[in-house]
C-alpha cells in the first residue's frame, strides 16, 4: 500500500517537474528488478547520468572485478576443503588399521570384518586420494601439497583366511553402527 502512495504522489508531481517526468505504472514499478532499468533515477537528478557509476563500462568492470575478487576468496576455501580431505582421508585410514590391529588377538571374527570393512574404505580413499593428486597437478592449485598416503593396506585374498566366518554385507547399516560402538 505504501508504494501505491508515493506512486499516487510522484504521478500527481511529475506532470509539474521541468521538464515534466514520466507517470509510472504500479505494476511496470513492481516488474522492475534491475536498477539499471529504473528510469525514475534518471530524471531524479539533472547530472545523475554524469555519475561515474551510472556508465555501463565502469559498472561491467566494477562486477567483474567484485567477482574475481569472490573467485580469489572461493580457491582459497576451495584450497582448506582440499587439505582438510587429504587429512580426513589419512586419518580415517589409520583409525581404521588400528581398529583392526587392537582386535585381531582378542576377537579374530570381529576384526575380519572390520579388515573387509577397512579394505572396502580403503579403496574407496585410494580414488579420492588420485583425485587429491590430479588437483595438487592443476597448474592454478595454490594450496599445501601434502604427501598423498600410499595404499598401505593390501587387499586380503579370498583363500587366505585362517578362519571361516559369516560377513554380512557392508550395507547392513545397524550392524555397523554396532561394530563401531565396539571400536570407541
Sequence with gaps: ???????????????????????????????????????????SDHDILTKDWANLTNRQAANKYFKILCAEEEIHCCNVKVAHLQVWV???DAEMARA???HKSSDPAFAAHLR????????????LCARLLQIYSLPGYSGPHPPVA????PPVPAG?????????SLGDSCLIYRLYGRLF
Design 1 to 43: 500500500m505504501a508504494i501505491l502512495n508515493v506512486i499516487d504522489r510522484y504521478n500527481a508531481l511529475a506532470p509539474l517537474q521541468t521538464p515534466p517526468r514520466p507517470i509510472l505504472v504500479y505494476l511496470e514499478v513492481v516488474d522492475y528488478c534491475n536498477f539499471s532499468k529504473f528510469e525514475i533515477l534518471k530524471h
Design 90 to 92: 589419512d586419518v580415517k
Design 100 to 102: 583392526v590391529a587392537a
Design 116 to 127: 573387509v570393512i577397512q579394505t572396502h574404505r580403503h579403496s574407496i580413499n585410494d580414488h
Design 150 to 153: 600410499a595404499s598401505s593396506i
Design 160 to 168: 587366505d583366511c585362517k578362519f571361516s566366518v559369516h560377513i554380512p
